[in-house]
């Protein structure tokens, strides 16, 4: 897909240093803007019944879902699916002061895989237990379902690939993702004829560059 890379820099503008992924040019991720990556875990997971969860989240990045998913005390086992091994190296090496100890929480493994791969096999996110179910599956990797990193990963955002992964979600099981556009129409009639519940939240925060208020989204549905 391109080459990874973390930077930091001391930004002027908010007077603090910053941490940024990019791959190639092309931005993913930067420690300003949080958020709605935080609210990824906390809205998901605000929908899944009971307790000893087990999670996926599907791309580390910054480790922000994964570390705002541990807050859930509910969560027994969370399981990160991370196509670079670059970015779990930085995490397994804690460069990045806020996520400090994600690696080594005892409820957490990293793995190194695709997971759109993972998504729609038989096998499911588990290669040690093949057509393993989970409570919850946390998606932050594209910018939205529109806008793929990957062209392969278009296939996933259909009825047929939701179908596939839903497959590794357990009776209720939810299923959320992040995207960095509005709501989208024609996803969430894609999400409605796989899923039930279907909802798509925008998640607003400051933004020092504009000077005003941008968004992200959250959709999130629960499994028929």
């Known amino acids: 897909m391109g080459e990874i890379s ?10 603090a240093e910053v941490y940024e992924v990019k791959l ?3 931005f993913l991720m930067s420690s300003l803007f949080t958020v709605a990556e935080r609210e990824l875990s906390h809205l998901g997971l ?4 009971g307790d000893d969860l087990e999670v996926v989240v599907g791309g580390l990045g910054l480790g922000y879902t994964a570390l705002a998913a541990l ?6 086992d969370l399981m990160v699916i991370e196509y670079s091994d670059a970015v779990i ?6 460069l990045l002061p806020d996520t400090v100890g994600l690696a080594a929480d005892e409820r957490v493994r990293l793995a190194c895989a695709d997971f759109f791969a993972a998504a729609m096999s038989d096998e499911g996110f588990d290669p040690e237990r093949p057509g393993r179910a989970f409570d919850a599956v946390l998606l932050d990797i594209d910018h939205s379902p529109s806008r793929v990193l990957h062209s392969p990963h278009a296939e996933f955002y259909t009825p047929a690939g939701l179908r596939a992964m839903a497959a590794h979600l357990k009776p209720e099981g939810v299923f959320a993702i992040w995207s960095d556009d509005p709501p989208e129409p024609e996803f969430m009639t894609v999400l409605m004829e796989v899923f039930k519940g279907v909802n798509a939240k925008r998640v607003w925060f400051d933004n020092p560059y504009t000077g005003g208020r941008s968004s992200n989204t959250v959709y999130t549905a629960v499994k028929v």
Not at 46 to 49: M, N
Not at 71 to 76: C, G, K, T
Not at 89 to 94: A, L, V, Y
């Open 6 to 15: 973390l930077r930091r820099r001391f930004d002027p503008e908010v007077q």
């Open 24 to 26: 190639d040019e092309d």
């Open 46 to 49: 605000a929908r899944v019944t």
């Open 71 to 76: 807050e859930d005390p509910r969560v027994r």
């Open 89 to 94: 190296d930085w995490h397994e090496r804690d």
